[in-house]
């Protein structure tokens, strides 16, 4: 028994090496988006982001070649993953196209209007003109993918008799524009002025609904 014991002991450092090794890219990663969030891409440096995740300065380089591709590790993390789980949700859900605009994609904007995430958006927007690789990348993970499926929801309510066929869907773009609203306003506004950024995207998807709601149904609460 005691020889166990002292086997275990002897093999635990070599087991917290293995499994740090295993956890370093996501640890790299998010570094890189707090790093990225507080200084920008430009301003960001690999060894910067190596300090915050108290690794060697050139461990970055063995996982990400170059910041760019560091950048889009980060996407796929913190944006690409939260994007996926609500279409996931979209798909099997046995909710109303209406009560789930109301109820979980409202929530997931609101969610994301208020956390770190919407420091990528401000990046792109501040600094994406000087990197059209990253813009072109995120309209390709993200853009163009939550284009696809919310229209594929309005399809859907179409489908079901919920909602009257509009120009909406060929602008679903707009049940995301207040979102940048949102978030600008936080940005720069705020100190002047508060906005109620939830009463806002909410009041913007009822808006939505009553508009595109099929004539005779009634609304589907939240």
Known sequence: MAGEKKLRKSQAPGVKRRERKDTRPQEIVAAAFEEFATHGYAATRLEDVAARARVSKGLPYLYFKTKEELFKAVVRSVITSHFDAIRERMERTDLSVEAFLKGPFLAFIQDLVGSKRAFIARLLIAEGHKHPELTAFYYE??????????????DRGIERGEFKPTPLRDYPQLLFAPVMTAIFWRQLFERHHHLD?????????????????????????R
Do not use: C, Y
């Open 141 to 154: 993970q993200v853009v163009s993918r939550g284009i696809e499926t919310m229209t594929r929801l309005i």
């Open 197 to 221: 950024t939830d009463g806002l995207l909410r009041t913007n998807i009822e808006l939505l609904t009553d508009a595109i709601r099929a004539p005779g149904r009634k609304g589907d609460a």
